[in-house]
């Protein structure tokens, strides 16, 4: 596996944890977030992608691991030109939205403001 992108969460949104619980989703966006949405967002400080993302490869959160499961057709377009992709926990195959990553995670995430996000290619 190599390594393709690490950020860490700036700030957390009042709302970006409920995402998760709720919705089963997070949103990152780089600085710069429309206030109406920041809310649901955790804030990166990174933006630099030096490889594809694509199914097969991993989704790390704290040094706990997610398998991509499918990945929309702007995620790399977003992650680099915003630092805005949101992630799905749902494991779907299909993909839904362009700006979607897709990974598999049987347990709800838990993020701070500090956490470690990184994409691995495998």
Same mark, same amino acid.
């Given at each position: 596996?190599?390594?393709i992108?690490?950020?860490?969460v700036?700030?957390? !949104? @009042?709302? $970006?944890? #409920?995402?998760?619980? #709720?919705? *089963?989703m997070?949103? &990152?966006? =780089?600085?710069?977030? @429309? +206030?109406d &949405? $920041?809310?649901?967002?955790?804030?990166i *400080?990174n933006?630099?992608? /030096?490889?594809s993302?694509k199914? =097969? =490869?991993?989704?790390?959160?704290? !040094?706990? /691991?997610?398998p991509? /499961?499918?990945? !929309?057709?702007?995620?790399?377009k977003?992650?680099?030109?915003?630092?805005h %992709? /949101?992630?799905?926990f749902?494991g779907?195959?299909? #993909?839904s939205?362009? #700006?979607t990553?897709h990974?598999?995670?049987?347990?709800?995430?838990?993020?701070?403001?500090?956490?470690? %996000? +990184? &994409?691995?290619s495998d």
């Amino acid at each position: 596996m190599v390594k393709i992108f690490e950020t860490k969460v700036l700030e957390v !949104g @009042p709302e $970006a944890q #409920g995402m998760i619980d #709720g919705a *089963d989703m997070m949103i &990152l966006f =780089g600085e710069g977030a @429309p +206030q109406d &949405l $920041a809310e649901y967002c955790f804030m990166i *400080d990174n933006k630099n992608l /030096t490889g594809s993302i694509k199914v =097969g =490869g991993r989704l790390v959160v704290d !040094g706990e /691991t997610f398998p991509i /499961t499918s990945v !929309g057709e702007v995620v790399e377009k977003n992650l680099v030109n915003l630092g805005h %992709i /949101t992630i799905s926990f749902d494991g779907d195959k299909e #993909g839904s939205l362009p #700006g979607t990553l897709h990974v598999s995670a049987p347990d709800k995430v838990q993020l701070r403001s500090g956490s470690i %996000i +990184q &994409l691995f290619s495998d």
